[in-house]
Nanobody
């Protein structure tokens, strides 16, 4: 079993910062996984925020570029999302994802989510 546990969410004022963490445990070769952060706002679909590949390549969606940074620490089996200049529209539940494809099998795991609320 693989568990992903997010932490670091909370209530912050507009313009503030938060750092989310996602700790992986269980039978996982963490360094081989692409790690991602997704978010889901009330009444909306879950959307991608950022991913970091096993090789360290990062992708951030346009709405968070320059404000959010994804990173990983393979020694700690942990991925992070540093969020700065937060806006009310960043309010959502943030989910961590671990994904690896070993054809034909896809290994895909999700955390339970952590709430981020940005007040105006």
């Amino acid at each position: 079993q693989v568990q992903l546990v997010e932490s670091g969410g909370g209530l912050v004022q507009s313009g503030g910062s938060l750092r989310l963490a996602c700790a992986a445990s269980g039978s996982i070769f963490f360094s081989l996984y692409t790690m991602g952060w997704y978010r889901q706002a009330p009444g909306k679909q879950r959307e991608l925020v950022a991913v970091i590949t096993s090789g360290g390549r990062t992708i951030h969606v346009d709405s968070v570029k320059g404000r959010f940074t994804i990173s990983r620490d393979n020694a700690k089996n942990t991925t992070y999302l540093q969020m700065s200049s937060l806006k009310p529209e960043d309010t959502a539940v943030y989910f961590c994802n671990a994904n690896r494809v070993v054809r034909p099998v896809e290994y895909d795991y999700w955390g339970q989510g952590t709430q981020v609320t940005v007040s105006s």
